[in-house]
């Protein structure tokens, strides 16, 4: 029988270990690798990298229970804020509770474009260009002939005319790249595409290129929390249901909050999309680019009410093209050992888990902000930052802590002092 996952954060770094072997990982080779504190070597780092003189260390959490179609999953944290790791675990079971999250992929294809100046009538080109399409889409997929066999390649292909400083022919393709991220796949048909696309058009080049605004590769998550599970108290339940909707309008409207908004949802997308391995940076990208795609700036979730069944409602969509094949997935060991512990989903199941575990990390900041205020929570995990940071040793850190909170004092100086008091 499985022991139960209540109580995680208080148990011994020994007693989680054990835990996390006996839930969550089905491998020999995984365990091992928790258990011996597995991490990139050397070597592998510098084949990675450039100009390598050692390897960073951050630290690797866990979130279990996250509910995501029906399925669980203990889902892998890199990150260095205690806060982040606690409000997802806090998120997720509230909303495990509730019925978990429903997510969708609604298509996994990637974009990349081939970019045309100097062409003398871009009408004709457009049409000379669309007039090849199918050529086109076969010349690309001979240029990459293995993804043709993993059952991806070329899907597609549209033109667009760019007004600018300078006017452009734009060439859109449009490629499935099945468990990859595919920016090698998509730069190398590019390449490929570029002499004939010049031929047709009687244009120049500019750049072939993948584009990371993935709106071919996009992701919905949605989770339905009965008031009842937000409080005990009838009232305050709605009141807060009602404060958080109206959070999710202000990160609509101005774009200031929507800043901090979206941050907040991607601490927990960084940290799991840093665990797997993926490109957080490129994801980051599309998604604030998504976040702008009406000309405005905005928060990326909204979170609504349904009066009938007295339901907070929330709902995220993004471009979410990660892989679970390709890059260092399969050379770091850390990473190795996170998609064992997720269970080896698929590129479209990783997917839904990240932005799921988006709108978690969303509900928990919200919940925080329209109550307590986003301090209080804060205050006990940044007092032992401090206490550690001034010094103190691990039987002096809680004795220091609760010194710290009935100060209400929170700096260095502080901390230093009351370590000093508490040694004398």
Request: no cysteine; net charge negative.
């Given at each position: 029988m499985k022991n139960s996952w209540n109580g995680f954060a208080k148990k011994s770094i020994e007693e989680r270990?054990?835990?996390?072997?006996?839930?969550?990982l089905t491998s020999l080779e995984a365990k091992k690798s928790l258990e011996q504190n597995e991490n990139l070597s050397l070597a592998v780092a510098d084949q990675l990298s450039e100009n390598v003189v050692g390897t960073f260390s951050v630290p690797y959490s866990v979130v279990p229970e996250v509910l995501v179609n029906g399925q669980e999953y203990t889902v892998p944290y890199v990150t260095e804020e205690p806060s982040v790791v606690a409000a997802a675990s806090f998120a997720?079971?509230?909303i495990k509770r509730a019925g978990g999250f429903t997510a969708q992929v609604h298509q996994r294809q990637m974009i990349g474009q081939v970019a045309l100046y100097n062409v003398p009538d871009e009408e004709q080109a457009r049409q000379n260009i669309l007039d090849k399409k199918a050529s086109l889409l076969e010349m690309a997929n001979r240029a990459y002939p293995s993804i043709v066999k993993r059952g991806g390649g070329a899907r597609d292909l549209h033109v667009e005319q760019i007004s600018g400083e300078t006017d452009f022919l734009v060439v859109y393709l449009h490629v499935d790249t099945q468990e990859a991220m595919g920016a090698n796949?998509?730069?190398?048909?590019?390449?490929?595409?570029?002499?004939?696309?010049?031929?047709?058009?009687?244009?120049?080049?500019l750049m072939g290129i993948l584009s990371n605004y993935a709106t071919d590769s996009l992701v919905t998550a949605t989770c339905r929390l009965g008031f009842r599970y937000l409080s005990r108290q009838k009232d305050e339940a709605r009141e807060l249901a009602e404060k958080m909707v109206l959070a999710s309008q202000f990160a609509q409207a101005d774009p200031y909050r929507a800043a901090t908004h979206n941050k907040g949802i991607f601490n927990g997308i960084d940290a799991l999309l840093i665990a797997t391995g993926n490109d957080w940076r490129a994801i980051e990208a599309g998604a604030h680019a998504y976040a702008s795609r009406d000309g405005s700036y905005r928060g990326l979730s909204r979170?609504?009410?349904?009066?009938?069944?007295?339901?907070?409602?929330?709902?995220?969509?993004?471009?979410?093209?990660?892989?679970?094949?390709?890059?260092?997935?399969?050379?770091?060991?850390r990473v190795v050992l996170s998609h064992d512990l997720l269970g080896h989903p698929s590129a479209k199941e990783l997917a839904q888990i990240i932005v799921s575990i988006g709108l978690a990390q969303n509900f928990a900041a919200l919940k925080a902000l329209v109550s307590t205020g986003i301090q209080h929570g804060h205050m006990k995990l940044q007092a032992?930052?401090?206490?550690?940071?001034?010094?103190?040793?691990?039987a002096e850190v809680p004795k220091l802590v609760e010194s710290l909170i009935a100060e209400k004092t929170f700096n260095l100086e502080k901390a230093q002092t009351l370590l000093k008091h508490l040694r004398s």
């Open positions: 270990l054990e835990l996390v072997k006996a839930q969550a997720n079971k509230i796949m998509l730069n190398t048909m590019l390449e490929a595409l570029k002499p004939s696309l010049e031929d047709f058009s009687q244009g120049q080049s979170w609504t009410i349904d009066l009938e069944t007295e339901e907070l409602v929330g709902e995220m969509t993004l471009p979410m093209p990660v892989a679970t094949k390709g890059g260092s997935i399969g050379l770091n060991p032992k930052s401090l206490a550690l940071l001034a010094g103190a040793t691990e």
